[in-house]
């Protein structure tokens, strides 16, 4: 049997992974600066966190939610404690595509409403609502274009305010930072009023951190450089620190009853443990605290660099553009550099999403090896 051929794979074999390196078949060492999508958020084979999924999985691995799991409210209250949204409430599932699915069948359960208004570049998921909340007609697939959603551009007050007069919208969906959309970010300005007119015509606002949250950008979650208090908050990547783990936190205006949500896999005793334990090494580490710094640092090599015409990003979800496509740049850095980065749809951009506990030097590493890398193409 053949797999199905759906991506486009770099010519590299990983068998083992520590910290911030990747070894491959070869044991040759390669300089993650890519997490595997954001996913790797305290290192790879960090010992707490393989200590306590191995202690976890001598016990007991899994059992349904139809019975009780202490585990579970652990985990809400750490995440509370990190968060300060101790009032929120948590549902917990298995994906990040699987929580925008859920912040959105609850928005409209909570609305009655169904349609969703999203921004452009957005990128949300491939299942059913979140693809189509996802701006590229691509991997939409007609099934999915059944849905009813209207993309607008950040910033534009007057577009937003003219679509939710309309009365018929549950949601307004948007990333704080978009990710695969190329790092892009709403002004202030407009992310206040965004939630001023959610709160005007009863839709509920969505903050997507599925990419962004669990202390990348230098706040728990990125939307929380603003004031604001979104009625549903997605999660998921670097809450597990490569377990599959997703989840939704819920303001306390929005209720909940027995089947209104579920989930066979979702919140399961192994899942919750290996987020219990990332939460727990990014306060004993401070990993959240060091993001700033090392975002400075990075801004300071690259503008050393004449061939970068933009920094995007903050903490340690970060872009470089340049004014050509980055796909063999990349390429370069992989096969003759060893290091990884990722893409995005903006073709000119590289991003950088490295676990939490990189450091100065491997970032200089970084930036010496672009350096060589712009010199052959």
Known sequence: MNLFDVYPLYQVQPTRAKDVYVYDAQDNEYLDLYGGHAVISIGHSHPHYVKQIKSQLEQIAFYSN???????????????????????????????????????????????????????????????AAVAVTDNLKIN?????????????????????KELSKGDACAVIFEAIQGVGGLDEPSEEFVYVMEQLCKK?????????????????????????????????TMAKGMGNGFPIGGILVHPEIKASYGLLGTTFGG????????????????????????????????????KIPEIKKIKGRGLMLGLKFDFEVGELRKKLIYDHHIFTGGSSNKNLIRILPPLTVQEHHIDSFFTALEKALTTI
Not at 206 to 233: L, S, W
Not at 275 to 292: G, I, P
């Open 201 to 233: 015509y009863k839709t509920c606002l969505i903050a997507d951190e599925v990419q962004a949250g669990f202390g990348r950008t230098g706040t728990f979650f990125a939307y929380q450089k603003y004031n604001i208090n979104p009625h549903v908050v």
């Open 66 to 128: 139809a019975i009780q799991n202490p585990l579970q409210q652990q985990l809400a209250d750490a995440i509370g404690e990190h968060s300060c949204l101790h009032n929120y409430q948590l549902f917990l599932c298995n994906s990040g595509a699987e929580a925008i699915e859920n912040a959105l069948k609850l928005a409209s359960f909570h609305t009655h409403k169904k349609r969703i208004i999203a921004f452009k570049n957005a990128f949300h998921g491939r299942t059913s």
């Open 268 to 303: 399961n005793h192994l899942a919750c443990q290996a987020s219990l334990a990332v939460l727990d090494v990014l306060k004993k580490e401070r990993l959240q605290e060091k993001t700033l710094s090392l975002e400075s640092h990075f801004r300071a090599g690259a503008e």
């Open 141 to 161: 697939a007609p099934l999915n274009q059944q849905q009813a959603v209207t993309f607008l551009p950040f910033n534009d007050v007057t577009a937003l305010e």
